[in-house]
């Protein structure tokens, strides 16, 4: 019998008709869960639905692979230390453009697709922005047809689970693979070999040159696991390439023979380490240690991979950055520079001079911080036990770049040592940033504020040394899963009213304009946001038994916890009206729950009494009857894509409000206006591009801009002066202060009144409060007038189509990466 062509096989596994997902979800029951799916329950039901959705992503994932091969398709490699991806199955539901099929081949087994996706656990593949935007990139590289990859860490375990006890944050293990990922695939033909340790030697090559290599190395194996990321409704899919560390050796026979049982596994679990945990605590020099080993060993394993691929085709090194760009999300990946610059002359023998013209034109750099101290630096010593023959390239590549700027800038010895890649000190530390910008041909930021920052401050002198090499390309949100899955109330509304085009083209959302206005719109709009809010007071009572009015003000600050985001300015804002209602309970006219959400970093004790203090302040105001009937604080524990899908949707007012000049861009504010919600905000990051696109009449702008700030701390900033000045704020510290909101303990917050004082108010939270203060109770005003608010809100939404990952995705690929969508072949 002849073997069927695979365009066959695969048109018969693809069917997306319910009656075929049926039989799927049934031939899965048997196949893989080895269960009857007459007596399925929920868990089981996902899986069996999660592996048909996957039958008919790989099919288009084939026919993706050979139309880039078939077309000599130039490809990104993104290479991202975390991607947070969320939840899968409702996002490829309707990627795949089934979801109602998929609806109604669940009503045969008894639940809903919502019911179904209840049983699948976030990936624990990130922790905030940096992994979230590398997700809705890849989700814009799919939609939009670029030809692509992403490349990361296949963690065990997410970066931690977040528990809130006596208002602590407790750190549990994120175990979110222990039921298995029926979303992957894992290529066990395609194991690369990683090698650590070891010493840098010379030898005679055969040709008489004397060389260099790398000897004595011990040896890891990366294992891909593809999981695979569809396009919108276009048949085109993409994967997201994670690499999961192996022993080379993984049972020594002899030592359990000798009765050694655990040292007969100990090279098992020590290599196992190295993708076991995102972030591991890096306090101790072994948690140093093993994040820089996760950087080298999933860098290596992409560039070996990336010239496997390249390999194939059978041209001359010097094609390579006209078939691939490998993009650096961050300083993470920047060891990749120097180990293209060692696979090219220790393996191909290739000369410097001609591996560095190829490196120079393969890699690109996005940096995502505008604060020096966040820059990432590695000690010497333990770059050169780790990577010996690495930091001798680094060390050449410094030498070389350091010629060039003592001819382009001679006798400038402090510019030298500036911009070494090698820091100096008692202590010297590898640069990453520098050698990134050195071995890439543009670095970007990430917002046009960002962009001028970057330029101006952490990397001005390279902005000298290579004047065309920096640039800015504002991040984006998908508006697949921001708008379109997780408000599908307002989705269904705005395509009603402007038509569907506006899930792949973003900017159609500007027809919204002249609805604004239109009192019939507005409450169908009101209705689609209370629908919202009482999602998540569902949510939020059955998974955390909090009270949430759905009536009330949502203002809503969910992220990363950290001193720059300035959650703090917040609660003195909550505990000003706690003081106000106290006085007189009819002082505050809006009531409002304040909504937080976040995790700490584990070694971050001051962030984690941050949290602290929420729950505690939150405590005091919910039990108080005199101030709860206008204020109340929830924190939801545990934040992660999920828990935003619900919150997001829900809010009516967004807390953006870091120090201006601290916050690269951004992405939540896009979501939040996206979704109709006002800002309250700080002239940083994206903020400022979100009031030029929603008008500066539609968002609360209050404090200092990123030149006041520099100016002020010029001058000499004075943190008592500002309490002295403003009694409100005085009256608020001192609560802190006497143990009102800490059952009687007066040091209890003394670490986070103490950053205000001996610490100088880094962030200039009192600075700001005053003017923070003064935006609450001007929008107040207007939350009072509901046309106006809801008039407001319409023209967010109107105004955020310039926020979609799709134009961010397509300005990398027409200005940086030199790429160009693929066409399916026919």
């Known amino acids: 019998m002849a073997i069927k062509d695979v365009n066959e096989v695969l048109e018969k596994t693809g069917r997306l008709d ?9 031939q899965h029951h048997l196949s893989n869960l080895g269960r009857d799916y007459s007596r399925t329950d929920k868990f089981s039901l996902y899986q069996a639905l999660a592996y048909s959705l996957r039958d008919r992503l790989v099919g288009n994932w084939i026919k993706t692979q050979r139309s880039y091969y078939n077309q000599s398709a130039k490809s990104v490699y993104y290479l991202s230390l975390e991607f947070l991806v969320g939840k899968s199955l409702t996002s490829n539901a309707i990627n795949l453009g089934i979801e109602k099929e998929t609806e109604e081949a669940l009503e045969n087994f008894g639940f809903t697709l919502e019911e179904a996706e209840g049983a699948e656990a976030d990936a624990g593949l990130g922790n905030g922005g940096l992994g979230r935007l590398a997700s809705c990139f890849l989700d814009s590289m799919a939609t939009l047809r670029i030809p692509g990859y992403g490349y990361g860490i296949r963690y065990e375990y997410g970066i931690f689970k977040q528990a809130i006890e006596n208002g602590e944050q407790v750190e549990l293990p994120d175990d979110w693979l222990h039921t298995g990922n029926p979303w992957e695939f894992r290529r066990r033909g395609f194991v690369f070999t990683i090698g650590f340790y070891g010493r840098e030697e010379k030898y005679t090559h055969d040709d008489g040159s004397v060389r260099l290599r790398w000897t004595d190395r011990s040896k890891v194996m990366a294992l891909p696991v593809d999981m695979l990321i569809p396009g919108y409704k276009n048949d085109n899919v993409i994967n997201m390439r994670l690499w999961e560390a192996q022993p080379a050796k993984r049972f020594n ?16 679990v020590k290599t196992e380490t190295i993708s ?15 994040r820089l080993v996760q950087q080298y060993f999933f860098v290596s394993a992409t560039i070996q ?16 950055p006209n078939r691939a760009v490998v993009h650096l999300n961050e300083t993470h990946p920047a060891i990749a520079i120097p180990e293209l610059m060692r696979i090219l002359m220790d393996e191909h023998h290739l000369t410097w001079d001609y591996a560095w013209r190829i490196c120079r034109r393969t890699f690109a750099y996005t940096n995502h911080t505008v604060m020096p101290e966040a820059l990432e630096k590695w000690p010497l010593e333990l770059m050169s036990k780790v990577l010996p023959r690495h930091i001798s390239i680094i060390y050449e590549i410094n030498r070389r770049f350091l010629e060039d700027v003592e001819a382009k800038f001679p006798g400038e010895g402090e510019r030298l040592s500036r911009m ?15 050698l990134a910008v050195v071995g890439s041909f543009t670095v970007n930021g990430v917002s046009t504020l960002h962009g001028e920052l970057i330029r101006k401050n952490i990397f001005y002198d390279f902005v000298e040394m290579f004047p065309g090499r920096f640039t800015s390309v504002t991040n984006g949100i998908t508006p697949r899963r921001w708008l379109k899955q997780c408000n599908i109330p307002l989705s269904e509304l705005i395509t009603e009213k402007i038509g569907k085009d506006w899930v792949t083209d973003l900017s159609q959302l500007e027809q919204l304009k002249p609805l604004a206005k239109d009192q019939e719109f507005q409450e169908r709009w009101y209705d689609c946001k209370l629908e919202a809010k009482k999602k998540l007071v569902k949510y939020a ?31 003195l804002h909550a505990i000003t009206l706690y003081c106000r209602l106290k006085k007189d309970p009819s002082s505050v006219a809006v009531p409002r729950v304040k909504i937080f959400a976040g995790k700490a970093a584990p070694g971050y004790f001051l962030a984690k009494r941050i949290i602290r203090m929420i729950n505690s302040v939150g405590a005091v105001i919910n039990s108080d009857s005199a101030v709860n009937h206008k204020l109340r604080i929830s924190f939801l524990p545990n934040y992660r894509v999920s828990q935003a899908e619900y919150i997001i949707p829900a809010t009516d007012l967004s807390e953006q409000i870091s120090l201006a000049g601290t916050e690269a861009s951004g992405t939540g504010n896009m979501k939040f206006a996206l979704n109709g919600a006002l800002t309250i905000g700080t002239l940083d990051g994206a903020n400022i591009e979100i009031m030029e696109e929603v008008g500066k009449e539609n968002i609360f702008i209050f404090g200092m801009d990123a030149n006041e700030v520099e100016r002020r701390k010029h001058e000499g900033y004075a943190p008592e002066d500002v309490i002295g000045g403003d009694s409100e704020l005085s009256e608020v510290l001192n609560l802190l202060g006497d143990g009102t909101f800490s059952e009687g303990d007066r040091g209890f917050f003394g670490p986070i009144l103490d950053s205000f004082f001996a610490g100088g108010d880094q962030y200039m939270t009192l600075a700001d409060y005053r003017g923070y203060i003064d935006a609450q109770d001007s929008l107040e005003k207007i939350w009072l007038d509901r046309k106006k608010w809801l008039e407001m809100s319409i023209l967010n939404t109107a105004g955020s189509g310039h926020f979609s990952s799709d134009r961010a995705i397509m300005e990398y690929a027409t200005g940086i990466w030199g790429v160009h969508p693929v066409e399916k072949d026919k």
């Open 18 to 26: 319910s009656d075929s997902l049926v039989e799927s979800i049934c």
């Open 253 to 268: 026979l002899d030592l359990f023979n000798s009765g050694d049982y655990i040292r007969s596994m100990e090279d098992a």
């Open 276 to 290: 076991k945990v995102l972030y591991p605590n890096d306090e101790r020099s072994a948690g140093r240690e093993l």
């Open 305 to 320: 991979d990336m010239l496997r691929r390249f390999e194939k085709l059978k041209l001359e090194f010097s094609e390579l």
């Open 420 to 434: 070494s890649i090698i820091e100096d000190g008692e202590y010297p530390q590898v640069r990453m940033a520098w």
């Open 541 to 571: 009572q059955k998974e955390y038994g909090l009270y949430m009015p759905s009536d009330w003000m949502y203002d809503v600050q969910i992220k990363r916890i950290h001193e720059y985001k300035r959650q703090v300015l917040n609660v």
